[in-house]
C-alpha cells in the first residue's frame, strides 16, 4: 500500500508563516498529502504582551480560534483540489524542539517553514528558529521567505556537489516538477577554470542520467571566479530560478552558501524559496 505523503507546517500567525502555509497547501494538493498546522506557545512572550493573564487561558483560547480558522479555510479551499486532510494542533514549549519532534511522531515527509529572508539569514544559518529548523531536522524542509508568495515554479534549480546522494535527490526534485511541469537546473559551480571539471561534471552526467526520467533537466557546469554562493546567486539571477534545491550532506559545501559568503548581495537568491534536502 502507498504511504500518504505528509507536510508539517509551523505558523505563528505572521505574514511569513501565512505565505508557508500557503506554498504547504499547494503542495499538499499536487502529493495527495495530509497537511498538518503546528503552532506552539510561547509562554515567556505571550506573558511580556499580557501579564495579567497568568495561566495563559487567554492566549490558549486566541491561538486555537485563529489555528481554527486558519484549518477551516485551507479545507474549504484545498480538498476540493486534491489535499487529503488538513489538522491543526497546539502544544507548549521550545518552538524548535517541538517542531521537530512532532515531525518524528507524525512522520512527516516534508517541514515548510516562514523565513524572514535577507533579516533571518543576513548574519549567520544559525540565528534563528526557521535556520535552527533546517540545521537540526532530519527531514526535507522547504523554507519561504516572508514577501515570496506561492507560484508554480518555472524552473527549479538543484545546487549539485558531485554526490552520491544527487541520484535519489534528483528523483525527489523530478516529481516537484512533474506536478507543475517545470525545468530543473542542476547546476555544479565551480571557482576555477581546469579541464578537470569539465571532465567531471561530464562524468556526473553520465551516471545521473540513467536515474532521471524527465525530459526537462539542464546539465550545468558554471565557472566563478569569487566564491560558489556568490556563483550560485548569479546563476539563479540570469536562469530566472524560482526555487532553489540543495542537500545539505556535505556540510562545507552548505557552509559555503549559508554562511561564510553570505551578505546583503545575497538578498536574491534567499529571497526565493529554499528546498533542502535531508533525507534519502
Given at each position: 500500500?502507498?504511504?500518504?505523503?505528509?507536510?508539517?507546517c509551523?505558523?505563528d500567525?505572521?505574514?511569513?508563516?501565512?505565505?508557508?502555509?500557503?506554498?504547504?497547501?499547494?503542495?499538499?494538493?499536487k502529493?495527495?498529502?495530509?497537511?498538518?498546522?503546528?503552532?506552539?506557545?510561547?509562554?515567556?512572550?505571550?506573558?511580556?504582551?499580557?501579564?495579567?493573564?497568568?495561566?495563559?487561558?487567554?492566549?490558549?483560547?486566541?491561538?486555537?480560534?485563529?489555528?481554527?480558522?486558519?484549518?477551516?479555510?485551507?479545507?474549504?479551499?484545498?480538498i476540493?483540489?486534491?489535499?487529503?486532510?488538513?489538522i491543526?494542533?497546539?502544544?507548549?514549549?521550545?518552538?524548535?524542539?517541538k517542531?521537530?519532534?512532532?515531525?518524528?511522531?507524525?512522520?512527516?515527509?516534508?517541514?515548510?517553514?516562514?523565513?524572514?529572508?535577507?533579516?533571518?539569514f543576513?548574519?549567520?544559518?544559525?540565528?534563528?528558529?526557521?535556520?535552527?529548523?533546517?540545521?537540526?531536522?532530519?527531514?526535507d524542509?522547504?523554507?519561504?521567505?516572508?514577501?515570496?508568495?506561492?507560484?508554480?515554479?518555472?524552473?527549479?534549480?538543484?545546487?549539485?556537489?558531485?554526490?552520491?546522494?544527487?541520484?535519489?535527490?534528483?528523483q525527489?526534485?523530478?516529481?516537484?516538477?512533474?506536478?507543475?511541469d517545470?525545468?530543473?537546473?542542476?547546476?555544479?559551480?565551480?571557482?576555477?577554470?581546469?579541464?578537470?571539471?569539465?571532465?567531471?561534471?561530464?562524468?556526473?552526467?553520465?551516471?545521473?542520467?540513467?536515474?532521471?526520467?524527465?525530459?526537462?533537466?539542464?546539465?550545468?557546469?558554471?565557472?566563478f571566479?569569487?566564491d560558489?554562493?556568490l556563483?550560485?546567486?548569479?546563476?539563479l539571477?540570469?536562469?530566472?530560478?524560482?526555487?532553489?534545491?540543495?542537500?545539505?550532506?556535505?556540510?562545507?559545501?552548505?557552509?559555503?552558501?549559508?554562511?561564510?559568503?553570505l551578505?546583503?548581495?545575497?538578498?536574491?537568491?534567499?529571497?526565493?524559496?529554499?528546498?533542502?534536502?535531508?533525507?534519502?
Open positions: 500500500m502507498e504511504r500518504t505523503f505528509k507536510i508539517l509551523p505558523t500567525f505572521s505574514e511569513c508563516s501565512l505565505n508557508a502555509i500557503e506554498y504547504a497547501t499547494r503542495l499538499g494538493e502529493y495527495k498529502a495530509e497537511l498538518v498546522l503546528f503552532h506552539v506557545l510561547n509562554r515567556e512572550d505571550y506573558g511580556k504582551l499580557s501579564p495579567a493573564d497568568v495561566s495563559g487561558k487567554n492566549q490558549k483560547e486566541f491561538v486555537r480560534e485563529k489555528l481554527q480558522n486558519l484549518e477551516d479555510a485551507v479545507v474549504s479551499e484545498a476540493k483540489n486534491g489535499l487529503k486532510s488538513c491543526s494542533v497546539v502544544t507548549e514549549g521550545d518552538i524548535v524542539k517542531t521537530l519532534t512532532y515531525a518524528a511522531e507524525m512522520s512527516a515527509n516534508l517541514i515548510v517553514v516562514g523565513s524572514e529572508g535577507v533579516n533571518d543576513r548574519e549567520n544559518i544559525i540565528g534563528s528558529r526557521a535556520s535552527r529548523i533546517v540545521e537540526q531536522s532530519d527531514r524542509i522547504i523554507v519561504v521567505p516572508r514577501k515570496v508568495y506561492f507560484k508554480a515554479p518555472r524552473k527549479l534549480v538543484y545546487a549539485s556537489d558531485y554526490l552520491e546522494e544527487d541520484k535519489i535527490a534528483i525527489k526534485i523530478v516529481e516537484v516538477a512533474r506536478f507543475f517545470s525545468e530543473i537546473d542542476m547546476v555544479h559551480v565551480s571557482t576555477t577554470h581546469k579541464a578537470l571539471d569539465k571532465s567531471l561534471h561530464m562524468t556526473m552526467v553520465a551516471e545521473i542520467e540513467p536515474f532521471i526520467k524527465y525530459d526537462k533537466v539542464n546539465f550545468v557546469l558554471k565557472s571566479r569569487d560558489v554562493a556563483g550560485l546567486e548569479n546563476y539571477q540570469t536562469a530566472k530560478g524560482d526555487i532553489l534545491v540543495t542537500l545539505s550532506e556535505k556540510k562545507s559545501f552548505f557552509d559555503q552558501i549559508f554562511a561564510k559568503s551578505s546583503k548581495k545575497m538578498a536574491y537568491f534567499i529571497n526565493k524559496p529554499l528546498w533542502v534536502i535531508k533525507s534519502f
